[in-house]
């Protein structure tokens, strides 16, 4: 466990040789507090809006129960999975005298700090309106806080469960890596349609506080149990303790027995037998972008987090195509405009691109490979821009067809609309290697933690948001103010991303390539 956090606070803190500025940990942090306010924020005016309308102090402490454990279970999931089953050095650990439980308990210990952060951010403005709205004696607040310590054993449980079936559905799939992808999409796509009718949910939570009470009673008994525990009813308090200890340990043993079985399990692959043939030649920057593009359609965490605009555009575009006659009678609103509202609707998903972001930190201790062999770091760093270009331009392809059918656009506009879009993906993909050579995190355990925590994912998804600005202030002006035609749009971005992608690419060369070489 102690090796655990020390390798977490390593790779947080420092990037290869050399530790993170301390004003960039510091932006990190208070980029985190906001995040975290933000949600809390959100928390509070939910219940709020349940404690204005009569909601019964037992039901409300079961619901913050029920929501603390969603959020958490939604929020940790796949980094469970990941941490348990797919972690790098899992092997090596089972290759020690160590019992699985060990290793089970001191990944586990990370998890814990992970959903204690998200199960605060609905215990502490939930608790905060309760104490305004219903009062509260000291030993309440004791047992609440007791409550809130015991909860994460219900969602990790439920997480660890979750994994586990996860993982062995994997292992006995023949190709793992699609089966995974389509699951973990599947997870998202549940995940944005419960945040889409999150309003409709609220207006029925509201309407319907009777029906939730006797739902959560008779299938969530626990949160039930911990609600009236929690205002009158002590043995229903105990027997909610009991009954989190009982379900965490339950699916603990579970884990325990079988934990050895589906990490070293064979995943259910067929062996291909050897059939020599003569290799394709390629030149040093194909053989590398082809490296990559492989990497990379290998590791369906990588896909699913790196391409996260690209899957969101595409769902946009077919949403679109399927609710066009809603959106028809908006034609007549700025009929000129609309060209250049869909490419901002391109440029800002595809500026959620973040492939080339993590590429360098994710070569990890395997950098001496390709540093050793005879290819200029220039033509490494070229080809891992190229990649994150390949595999994020055919989604803008279709969406870019799909727009032509859908839209009252002009010849202008639907030539300007692909450059501006292809523009934009060019631009994130120089972008993203810019910040993974100032921020590198090449100690890790798990390709996840690079893809999904990384320092340089972050400041490149933040970065390329804040500076959008630049160009599109000026062009809302013009347009909206002084009177211009869409052209204004279409001419000063291409002017900044010409400009932005020649300064980024100088950059690489002159310094770029230095520090690469430096790791």
């Not at 502490?124 to 219903?134: K, R, S």
């Not at 349609?193 to 319907?208: D, M, N, R």
């Not at 009813?233 to 027995?257: N, Q």
Request: net charge positive; charged share 10%.
């Amino acid at each position: 466990l102690f090796s655990r956090f020390k390798s977490l606070y390593y790779t947080t803190f420092r990037a290869g040789k050399r530790r993170n500025s301390p004003v960039l940990a510091v932006l990190l942090g208070a980029l985190m507090i906001y995040v975290i306010g933000v949600f809390a924020f959100l928390m509070g005016g939910i219940f709020f809006l349940l404690a204005s309308n009569d909601c019964a102090p037992r039901l409300y402490l079961a619901l913050v129960g029920v929501i603390s454990t969603l959020f958490a279970v939604f929020g940790s999931i796949l980094y469970t999975q990941n941490q348990l089953f797919e972690a790098k050095d899992n092997e090596l650990l089972l290759a020690m005298p160590i019992p699985p439980a060990a290793i089970l308990g001191s990944r586990l210990g990370l998890i814990l700090i992970l959903t204690y952060i998200f199960e605060g951010i609905v215990f502490v403005p939930a608790g905060i309106v309760y104490l305004l709205n219903y009062g509260a004696s000291a030993p309440g607040i004791l047992f609440y806080c007791l409550g809130c310590l015991v909860m994460p054993a219900i969602a990790i449980a439920i997480c660890c469960l979750l994994a586990w079936v996860i993982a062995w559905i994997e292992s006995k799939l023949p190709v793992k890596k699609y089966a995974s992808l389509v699951l973990m999409i599947a997870f998202f796509a549940a995940y944005f349609y419960v945040i889409g009718k999150i309003e409709v949910i609220g207006t029925f939570f509201i309407g319907h506080l009777a029906h939730i009470d006797q739902i959560i009673r008779t299938w969530f008994y626990p949160f039930y149990a911990f609600g009236a525990g929690l205002t009158g009813s002590p043995l229903l308090l105990i027997a909610y303790l009991a009954l989190s200890a009982l379900i965490f340990f339950a699916v603990w043993e579970i884990l325990s027995k079988t934990y050895i079985g589906i990490v070293t399990a064979e995943k259910g692959r067929k062996r291909k037998a050897y059939a020599g043939k003569a290799a394709k030649v390629r030149s040093a920057f194909s053989a590398n972008r082809h490296r990559e593009l492989i990497h990379f359609l290998n590791n369906p965490m990588y896909i699913l987090n790196a391409l996260t605009g690209s899957i969101l555009l595409l769902i946009g575009a077919v949403a679109l195509a399927i609710k066009i006659s809603d959106v028809r009678p908006l034609f007549t609103y700025f009929p000129d405009l609309w060209g250049v509202f869909a490419t901002a609707a391109l440029v800002v998903l595809t500026l959620m691109n973040l492939v080339s972001a993590s590429s360098i930190s994710l070569e990890g201790k395997n950098l001496w490979i390709i540093r050793s062999a005879p290819v200029s770091s220039q033509t490494v760093l070229r080809s891992k821009m190229m990649n994150h270009v390949w595999a994020a331009e055919p989604v803008i392809l279709i969406a870019w067809l799909i727009l032509q059918f859908l839209l009252p656009l002009t010849l202008a506009d639907r030539v300007m609309m692909l450059v501006v879009a292809t523009l934009a993906n060019f631009y994130i993909a120089y972008g993203g290697i810019v910040c993974n050579l100032l921020l590198p995190k090449m100690e890790w355990i798990s390709e996840t933690a690079v893809v999904k925590q990384g320092a340089s994912v972050m400041v490149a998804m933040l970065a390329s948001g804040v500076l959008m600005a630049v160009p599109l202030l000026p062009s809302a002006l013009l347009i909206f103010i002084g009177g211009q035609g869409a052209w204004v749009y279409y001419l000063i971005h291409i002017v900044y991303f010409a400009l932005a992608l020649f300064g980024m690419d100088r950059w690489i060369c002159k310094f770029g390539v230095r520090r690469f070489e430096n790791l």
